[in-house]
């Protein structure tokens, strides 16, 4: 059975479907949060994420760096460079092309991920990282790239630890092994995400899962390349699942990376290689049928882990799927649900089925057939006469660009058991899990208002949440520049300056963090309370206020829709009063208050029934 089609709001799908003209978007950005820049000058950010160690981790895609900072940091630390814990130097054994390449090879120093183990085994102080390490690239736009990543097992020591190899001694991260290497890499679609398990599996350890696309095969330089997304015994368009130490089993005896890293790939991964030579060789295949899965993240809802990632589209339809074990996720067979927008009628040229010029053919058939998974979520469903062709600009083409995902499971009102998809077109959106985590809420017809934009205008390339579940605290990392057509350095590409590009944002929600309160003028002793209730929530006609008898009178009021329009503004002189909200449409709204001196003292969200 067809779920029903998921749907980005109008109001926040960027682009009108009849004639591609833009729509305005007010994302909510400032009216939730307070936004610091904490550190700059950063060389392609890629990863960031919150270690175990209570640091920020950050890769640096074309630095080849590991740098690491305090969560602390505030605004006025900004210019102070992030602490270097490793950097791999180009044009070396470990790297062996240079900045002269050309055309540089997507990402680069890619993925980084903590061992669960991290701060509680000293002898398993582990981080895990992927990184292109060497390949070339012809200067033609008709001839295809071709590189080659690793994911290697480090060991961090910290720096009075016991053989640490610093001189003088500092905190230093330091390869150990490869967990597998030869992995092909292209100029576009290395994804290149990274998640360890959060519980340990079937054998007692700790599984690694990684993300490796199809390496852009069938567009631009690499048209002339074979599209292995749905070749089981290939690497390409895959998610990957490896062991984060070795298990021990010995060598098959046979000439094979499969058999090489044998070690490092589990055995009860659901896939053995298809030819007889190698049929006892477990593949490091755990999913397939995928695109460029920049994202990958767990997260529990109601007790139960899942496994979810984000997705480039081509020209339309991205994707948030839920992986499972020998999963089929479509590509290139399907693009986003199977809705039939991709038919034989469209303009995609990176697709099998039409370079074979078949007709008639029914994507909705085909994922019935081969058992796909359909997505979770699933933006701009355009239908086929609406998607462009490959010579317009990317930046109308109905896509966002997911370029990361990560679970949020902390006490903002509403957001509990939320996805964060950055995008590398619009900064990032929240996405509503449903009660079982299997579905968007927003997709649903009963829940149309509870997914919208966040940092409209940035080219956010990942997010890393705070744990603790009422700090209401988030890093992005901003993209260097950003290209405006092609893949990563493609041939004919140009690179475009990028808001803040090269930063690290702070983004703290402003009801979940300690406010002044009181007879206080700015600058006084701030007293520490309750500040106001709102009464019913959710409300039908009237939303009553109760403020506390300390604050300065005049009290405002605004109340905004989640895009940042404030839809009505009042005043009192008393504590309790009430706001008129029965012309307000169904949804969810922000009501701030401000204090006689004029300060934003709180905050609410509340629903309009």
């Given at each position: 059975?067809r779920?029903?089609?998921?749907?980005?709001?109008?109001?926040?799908?960027f682009?009108?479907?009849?004639?591609?003209?833009?729509?305005q978007?007010?994302?909510?950005?400032?009216?939730?949060?307070?936004?610091?820049?904490?550190?700059?000058?950063l060389?392609?950010?890629w990863?960031?994420?919150?270690?175990?160690?209570?640091?920020?981790?950050?890769?640096?895609?074309?630095?080849?760096?590991?740098?690491?900072?305090?969560?602390?940091?505030?605004?006025?630390?900004?210019?102070?460079?992030?602490?270097?814990?490793?950097r791999?130097?180009?044009?070396?054994?470990?790297?062996?092309?240079?900045?002269?390449?050309?055309?540089?090879?997507?990402?680069?120093?890619?993925?980084?991920?903590?061992?669960?183990?991290?701060?509680?085994?000293?002898?398993?102080?582990?981080?895990?990282l992927?990184?292109?390490?060497?390949?070339?690239?012809?200067?033609?736009?008709?001839?295809?790239?071709?590189?080659?990543?690793?994911?290697?097992?480090?060991?961090?020591?910290?720096?009075?630890?016991?053989?640490?190899?610093?001189?003088?001694?500092?905190?230093?991260?330091?390869?150990?092994?490869?967990?597998?290497s030869n992995?092909?890499?292209?100029?576009?679609?290395?994804?290149?995400?990274?998640?360890?398990?959060?519980?340990?599996?079937?054998?007692?350890?700790?599984?690694?899962?990684?993300?490796?696309?199809?390496?852009?095969?069938?567009?631009?330089?690499?048209?002339?390349?074979?599209?292995y997304a749905?070749?089981?015994?290939?690497?390409?368009?895959?998610?990957?699942?490896?062991?984060?130490?070795?298990?021990?089993?010995?060598?098959?005896?046979?000439?094979?990376?499969?058999?090489?890293?044998?070690?490092?790939?589990?055995?009860?991964?659901?896939?053995?290689?298809?030819?007889?030579?190698?049929?006892?060789?477990?593949?490091?295949?755990?999913?397939?049928?995928?695109?460029?899965?920049?994202?990958?993240?767990?997260?529990?809802?109601?007790?139960?882990?899942?496994?979810?990632?984000?997705?480039?589209?081509?020209?339309?339809?991205?994707?948030?799927?839920?992986?499972?074990?020998?999963?089929?996720?479509?590509?290139?067979?399907?693009?986003?649900?199977?809705?039939?927008?991709y038919?034989?009628?469209?303009?995609?040229?990176?697709?099998?089925?039409?370079?074979?010029?078949?007709?008639?053919y029914?994507?909705?058939?085909?994922?019935?057939?081969?058992?796909?998974?359909?997505?979770?979520?699933?933006?701009?469903?355009?239908?086929?006469?609406?998607?462009?062709?490959?010579?317009?600009?990317?930046?109308?083409?109905?896509?966002?660009?997911?370029?990361?995902?990560?679970?949020?499971?902390?006490?903002?009102?509403?957001?509990?058991?939320?996805?964060?998809?950055?995008?590398?077109?619009?900064?990032?959106?929240r996405?509503?899990?449903?009660?079982?985590?299997?579905f968007?809420?927003?997709?649903?017809?009963?829940?149309?208002?509870?997914?919208?934009?966040?940092?409209?205008?940035w080219?956010?390339?990942?997010?890393?949440?705070?744990?603790?579940a009422?700090?209401?605290?988030f890093?992005?990392?901003?993209?260097?520049t950003?290209?405006?057509?092609?893949?990563?350095?493609?041939?004919?590409?140009s690179?475009?300056?990028?808001?803040?590009?090269?930063?690290?944002?702070?983004?703290?929600?402003?009801?979940?963090?300690?406010l002044?309160?009181?007879e206080?003028?700015?600058?006084g002793?701030?007293?520490?309370?309750?500040?106001?209730?709102?009464?019913?929530?959710?409300?039908?006609?009237?939303?009553?206020?109760?403020?506390?008898?300390?604050?300065?009178?005049?009290?405002?009021?605004q109340?905004?829709?989640?895009?940042?329009?404030?839809?009505?503004?009042?005043?009192?002189?008393?504590?309790?009063?009430?706001?008129?909200?029965?012309?307000?449409?169904a949804?969810?709204?922000?009501?701030?208050?401000?204090?006689?001196?004029?300060?934003?003292?709180?905050?609410?969200?509340?629903?309009?029934?």
């Open positions: 059975m779920r029903p089609l998921p749907l980005l709001l109008s109001l926040l799908l682009l009108i479907q009849s004639n591609k003209t833009t729509a978007v007010i994302d909510s950005t400032t009216i939730l949060f307070n936004m610091d820049t904490v550190a700059k000058n060389g392609y950010p990863e960031i994420t919150y270690g175990k160690d209570d640091s920020l981790w950050i890769t640096e895609a074309r630095g080849y760096r590991v740098v690491r900072m305090s969560p602390n940091r505030t605004e006025a630390q900004k210019n102070i460079a992030a602490q270097q814990v490793l791999i130097p180009l044009g070396g054994s470990l790297v062996t092309f240079s900045r002269s390449i050309g055309t540089w090879p997507q990402g680069g120093m890619q993925g980084l991920v903590h061992h669960p183990e991290f701060m509680t085994d000293p002898n398993k102080r582990w981080v895990y992927a990184y292109v390490y060497t390949g070339t690239c012809p200067g033609s736009p008709g001839s295809p790239c071709y590189f080659r990543t690793k994911i290697v097992r480090c060991r961090f020591y910290f720096a009075a630890d016991a053989g640490n190899p610093a001189v003088p001694a500092k905190d230093t991260l330091t390869i150990m092994d490869t967990v597998i992995l092909p890499g292209s100029n576009d679609h290395n994804s290149g995400r990274m998640a360890i398990s959060p519980l340990p599996e079937l054998d007692g350890t700790y599984k690694l899962y990684y993300t490796i696309g199809d390496m852009g095969a069938g567009q631009f330089n690499n048209l002339s390349r074979t599209n749905q070749v089981l015994d290939t690497c390409e368009g895959k998610i990957m699942r490896l062991n984060t130490e070795p298990d021990g089993d010995a060598s098959y005896g046979v000439t094979h990376d499969y058999n090489t890293w044998r070690q490092w790939i589990p055995n009860d991964n659901p896939f053995n290689h298809s030819v007889s030579a190698f049929s006892a060789l477990k593949t490091p295949v755990y999913s397939y049928g995928h695109r460029n899965a920049q994202g990958i993240a767990w997260g529990n809802v109601n007790g139960t882990w899942r496994l979810y990632s984000s997705e480039h589209g081509d020209k339309s339809d991205d994707e948030v799927n839920n992986i499972v074990s020998g999963g089929n996720y479509g590509w290139p067979k399907v693009a986003g649900l199977g809705d039939e927008n038919s034989s009628l469209d303009a995609f040229a990176n697709n099998d089925r039409l370079a074979n010029l078949l007709v008639n029914s994507e909705d058939t085909w994922s019935t057939t081969n058992s796909m998974q359909r997505p979770v979520f699933s933006t701009f469903n355009w239908p086929a006469s609406s998607i462009p062709s490959s010579g317009a600009n990317i930046y109308t083409w109905p896509t966002i660009a997911p370029s990361s995902i990560d679970f949020y499971g902390g006490n903002i009102p509403g957001w509990k058991n939320s996805l964060l998809v950055t995008s590398l077109k619009y900064g990032m959106y996405l509503k899990l449903n009660s079982a985590g299997t968007i809420d927003s997709s649903s017809s009963t829940n149309t208002v509870d997914t919208f934009p966040l940092l409209h205008g080219r956010v390339r990942d997010v890393a949440i705070n744990p603790v009422n700090s209401g605290v890093w992005v990392v901003i993209d260097s950003g290209s405006t057509s092609g893949p990563t350095g493609g041939f004919g590409g690179s475009s300056a990028t808001k803040d590009g090269g930063k690290i944002l702070k983004l703290t929600y402003k009801t979940l963090i300690t002044p309160l009181g206080n003028p700015p600058g002793p701030p007293v520490v309370r309750d500040l106001v209730q709102i009464f019913p929530n959710p409300v039908t006609d009237r939303i009553n206020i109760h403020g506390k008898k300390e604050l300065r009178k005049p009290l405002l009021v109340i905004f829709d989640i895009h940042g329009r404030m839809l009505k503004e009042e005043t009192s002189f008393r504590n309790d009063f009430s706001v008129d909200v029965s012309r307000l449409i949804g969810t709204y922000i009501l701030k208050l401000y204090n006689g001196y004029d300060m934003e003292v709180q905050i609410e969200k509340f629903v309009k029934k």
